[in-house]
């Protein structure tokens, strides 16, 4: 069996490439990838030949390879095999579903049902070939984990027209009941009838047993008196529910001896447990049998005990055919770890001759990797016994060794003097064998591929400061920070307190306690308790000196401020920052993640005062500039509008055909429509806002009255007919809402991002309509005012605003600036329903309209020269700042091709929506952060926040990487793996670094730049 035919892998990567030449080769590459490891994995699961056959796979691509996406072709090309009547051996050929297992992280499980959703779009071969997918998660439309009735409702409604996908939280399979105490008393039901309970046991356990938990003390007649338990499977919830209990109890002995215990010893709590774990197994005999499950993150399973795959075990052993586990990391495991997750075939409905086989070969596996094993611990040892004078004779020795015939090497190497280099290669190419031999094994039941590393740029220690242009291809040693005076006597007091603690034994484990921040170090550290507690005099002179020279944490005084590392960090993302640049910070420990994230926050705030100061003086003088700058009065009010009647530029002019475009007699009905608003002709700066209302309103009502007009609607705003008839309404006039934003509707949305600071001001507060330019009561008459009107928007700068709805002879439009979102992303635009389309402005302007852009990108403005301003702000959108190869304008449109790509996955859109309510520039993400996506989602786009810190819930499974090629690992990991993971956040497919590349037209490409200081 191979990918489903109505699968195009390469579709989606062309949508996040793109269809130019620079990508074809890469957009090929990852799709033949994907789609050969989709291939391997089927022929694994359904291979004809028993030997070759494997109906447990792990596949563990490095982070970013698209894994997520080879689960689910696999997961469709079995579902639509069965579907088409094509159902492979081994598989049930009725109620398809295929479950996927996800950790119990709101972010993770979020991520899966949009990329479901994404793949049933981007993926099918022609529009509408997956439609017949079911999507589906425990508790529609919420991240809720659900439980076990839940799943198995969801299951019952599987057909083979109408295969489904299965999405849930590990969490799921042992998540409390609704209406436990009802299902509790079914289960009570079935015990007593198993064991034949008497009649005073039964009052005793209903009147006085607390099994229940709302039920209070109950009189249970139906369990009293089994002649009226009928009740209890009425309106039941799955047909012959009754019999699932009783065969569920009888098919598992240990279950009966301890239900029986806990009746003996009248135990309620354990009683109570035993009862869940019965109505789970009875409910679970309801479910169809599963043709697939895919457990993401199964490294999480690597320890037998854990209640997830105990859990799991219980519940779902016999239920599945074929099993995927996920994990970019699963040579982190040991090797015990590692076959204990392969210990879950043992879960597998099989029959029992390829249960044995499976474990034969999993006992070769196990072998190979034991003495794989031995081997590299004698090599190792042999390999320390050689003398750095060895050097030129161990290469020369290697490169004869292994040019001669593999059959001679071992006696060659034999010949090598001295003895200690022959030993070393003899112990070299033993272990070269065995690795070989045990990739043999291992193979067949893991498959990996492993990123091409040669565009990363590493930073450590004192490299890691600003000023060093160049990193190492490598992630090597390099000296630490330069750690002086008063910080360096802090450190080593630190390092002789811990040792002297410890009587001299070991060496100082400080790791991120000591070296994170002074604030996780004082507040939380187990060692800063120790100390406190410490008899020796001299560790409490010790722990006195320190308190004395780190000091307190006050509202005026943060020690970390002096804290080199975090001084570090923060230096390295402001940055960055100069550079248009967003960063990703990694901590492990809390407080120093609040740490960083106020020093990061302090040095960006400084250096944005610094620009101001330079450029606009006193603080009052740029919020003035502010305000006028996007006050709807002021000629950039035009630039940074949404125009959707314009369409999208044709052949270097405006959308509108010739022959739609207005006549005098719709300008005369503008000006009158600017009268009845009370706009003078005569004022100094007009209402912007209420000039292009007009004009809209004008042209949608006269467009209606004739066929071409009408299809020229249809062709622009297609996908926004309620938009259609706003603009024709004269409501339209008052607000245009809802594509502009008004202060109020600004104040009742800024309580959606629980994060921001009191102080967080929003963008959009500023386009607000001056009042002190309101236009002053004339004597002239109506029809002279409209006149006026008329003569100024056909003479005046004013009317380049509204040119293009009309004929050249009327308003030349050859001069002035396009509108920027129809000048550039207007086919974009119409893509777009009326709500996303919205938000697509809204985040347009906010980013534009945003402190942190205006101070970065319009420093040198003539803040005095008004008439300047539209032509620089549209210069600086389509330029690079330094040290940048995508333009502002390059990241929104790959903004709005992410929203256009979403626009049938309800989920994404959410997402994206909310996150355009994002205040903060600087942002943390840790444990109790609420609506982490907002933050993830809104980090992949050109607005807030520009720097995310994260603690280790950041670490798996989010996409970081559409606007992000920086990551900074505060603290080091102790495992490689685990860095590994966090750099792969912003190191996936269709990342930022990929496209800069791909982009590079012969300059030097872009790197992803990873620092550890």
């Not at 691509?61 to 094509?86: C, F, H, N, P």
């Not at 080593?492 to 001299?504: G, S």
């Not at 009191?758 to 002190?772: A, C, K």
Request: aromatic content about 6%; overall charge neutral.
């Amino acid at each position: 069996m191979k990918l489903s035919r109505n699968i195009d892998l390469g579709k989606s990567l062309r949508q996040v490439f793109g269809d130019d030449p620079e990508s074809a080769e890469q957009v090929e590459h990852d799709r033949a990838r994907q789609e050969q490891t989709t291939n391997a994995i089927l022929q694994r699961f359904l291979a004809r030949a028993a030997s070759k056959r494997r109906e447990l796979a792990i596949l563990a691509d490095e982070v970013g390879l698209g894994k997520t996406y080879v689960a689910l072709a696999v997961a469709v090309s079995l579902l639509d095999a069965i579907r088409s009547g094509e159902t492979p051996d081994g598989l049930p050929p009725n109620k398809p579903v295929v479950l996927v297992l996800t950790p119990t992280n709101d972010a993770l499980f979020n991520k899966w049902m949009r990329e479901a959703e994404g793949f049933k779009t981007d993926c099918a071969k022609t529009d509408g070939d997956l439609d017949w997918l079911d999507i589906r998660c425990p508790v529609p439309g919420k991240t809720k984990s659900g439980n076990i009735v839940d799943l198995a409702a969801q299951m019952s409604e599987a057909s083979r027209n109408r295969p489904m996908l299965l999405i849930a939280k590990h969490s799921a399979l042992g998540a409390a009941l609704n209406d436990r105490d009802w299902w509790r008393i079914r289960a009570l039901y079935t015990v007593f009838r198993y064991f034949k309970v008497q009649t005073p046991d039964r009052r005793w356990w209903c009147r006085r047993g607390r099994v229940f938990d709302n039920l209070g003390v109950p009189d249970l007649p139906e369990l009293i008196d089994f002649r009226r338990s009928g009740v209890l499977w009425e309106d039941e919830p799955f047909p012959n529910l009754k019999t699932a209990f009783r065969k569920a109890l009888s098919k598992s002995p240990k279950l009966q001896k301890r239900l029986r215990e806990s009746l003996e010893y009248g135990d309620c709590d354990k009683l109570k447990k035993r009862l869940d774990n019965l109505i789970r197994r009875a409910i679970t005999r309801k479910m169809p049998k599963l043709p697939l499950v895919i457990i993401d993150e199964v490294h999480n399973l690597k320890n037998e005990h854990v209640q997830a795959r105990k859990r799991l075990e219980d519940l779902l052993t016999g239920r599945i055919c074929r099993l995927l586990g996920l994990s970019a990391t699963p040579f982190q495991l040991r090797q015990d770890e590692l076959l204990s997750i392969l210990k879950l075939r043992n879960i597998l409905s099989l029959p029992p001759e390829r249960h044995e086989t499976l474990d034969l070969d999993v006992e070769r596996l196990a072998e190979a990797m034991k003495s794989s094993r031995d081997s590299g611990d004698i090599f190792r040892r042999r390999w320390r016994a050689l003398r750095p004078r060895d050097q030129s004779a161990i290469d020369e020795s290697w490169q004869a060794v292994i040019s001669a015939a593999p059959n001679e090497q071992t006696a060659l190497a034999w010949q090598i003097r001295p003895p200690r280099i022959a030993h070393a290669l003899e112990a070299a190419l033993e272990l070269d064998q065995l690795n070989t031999e045990l990739q043999k094994h291992l193979h067949p039941f893991v498959i990996r591929h492993q990123h091409a590393r040669g565009y990363r740029e590493h930073f450590v220690g004192h490299n890691a400061e600003v000023g060093h242009e160049r990193g190492s291809p490598y992630f090597s040693w390099a000296p630490g920070l330069e750690v002086q005076g008063n910080d360096e006597l802090a450190h080593y007091l630190m390092m002789r307190a811990v040792a002297l603690a410890k009587d001299e034994k070991g060496l100082p484990g400080l790791g991120a306690e000591l070296t994170g921040s002074y604030r996780h170090l004082v507040e939380t550290a187990a060692v800063w308790k120790r100390l406190a507690q410490a008899k020796n005099p001299l560790l409490q002179d010790y722990r006195a000196v320190l308190d004395t020279m780190i000091g307190q944490r006050t509202e005026d005084h943060d020690p970390d401020q002096e804290h080199r590392k975090v001084q570090a960090t923060a230096q390295r993302a402001l940055d960055f920052f100069k550079r248009g640049q967003k960063s990703l910070i990694f901590c492990v420990f809390t407080k120093t993640a609040e740490s960083v994230r106020d020093q990061v926050k302090a040095e960006i705030a400084k250096y944005l005062r610094e620009v101001q100061q330079r450029v606009f003086g006193e603080g009052t003088t740029f919020e003035n500039f502010r305000k006028r700058f996007f006050n709807r009065r002021e000629p950039l009010f035009s630039l940074i509008q949404d125009h959707p009647l314009l369409g999208h530029i044709r052949g270097g002019e405006q959308g509108i055909p010739s022959a739609l475009r207005l006549s005098k007699s719709h300008l005369n009905q503008v000006a009158e429509l600017l009268v009845a608003g009370n706009e003078a002709a005569t004022i100094e700066k007009p209402d912007r806002r209420l000039l292009l209302a007009a004009t809209e309103h004008v042209a949608v009502n006269a467009w209606r009255e004739a066929e071409a007009g009408e299809r020229w609607i249809d062709d622009v705003l297609g996908n926004c007919p309620d938009l259609v008839d706003r603009m024709a309404d004269p409501s339209w006039l008052e607000a245009r809402e809802p594509l502009s934003r008004s202060e109020q509707a600004g104040r009742v949305r800024r309580s959606l991002d629980p994060e921001a600071q009191n102080d967080t001001v929003d963008p959009l507060d500023v386009e607000q309509l001056d009042e002190s330019a309101a236009p002053s009561e004339g004597d002239a008459s109506q029809q002279n005012e409209v006149a006026a009107w008329v003569r100024r928007l056909r003479q005046e700068t004013l009317g380049v605003m509204i040119a293009p709805y009309f004929r050249a002879d009327l308003i030349p439009s050859t001069s002035g600036r396009l509108p920027l979102l129809a000048e550039h992303h207007g086919d974009l635009l119409a893509k777009f329903d009326l709500a996303t389309r919205a938000v697509a402005g809204q985040v347009f302007r906010r980013t534009l309209m945003a402190e942190e852009f205006l101070l970065r990108y319009l420093a040198d403005v003539e803040r005095n020269n008004a008439e300047h301003w539209v032509d620089y702000l549209a210069d600086c959108y389509v330029k690079p700042l330094d040290g940048h190869l995508e333009t502002l304008k390059d990241r929104v449109h790959a903004y709005l091709e992410t929203l256009v790509r979403a626009k049938n996955n309800k989920a994404l859109l959410a997402g994206y929506h909310d996150a355009a309510e994002n205040r903060n520039v600087v942002q943390l993400v840790k444990g109790g952060t609420q609506n982490r996506d907002r933050y993830f989602l809104g980090f992949n786009t050109p607005y807030r926040p520009e720097v995310l810190i994260s603690t280790s819930v950041g670490q798996e499974g989010i996409d970081l990487h559409r606007e992000c090629r920086h990551v900074i690992h505060h603290d080091l990991c102790w495992n490689p793996a685990t860095v590994e993971q966090r750099t792969g956040r912003i190191d996936r497919i269709g990342s930022k670094v990929e496209h800069e590349r791909l982009r590079a037209n012969g300059e030097v490409p872009r790197t992803l730049e990873m620092s550890v200081p």
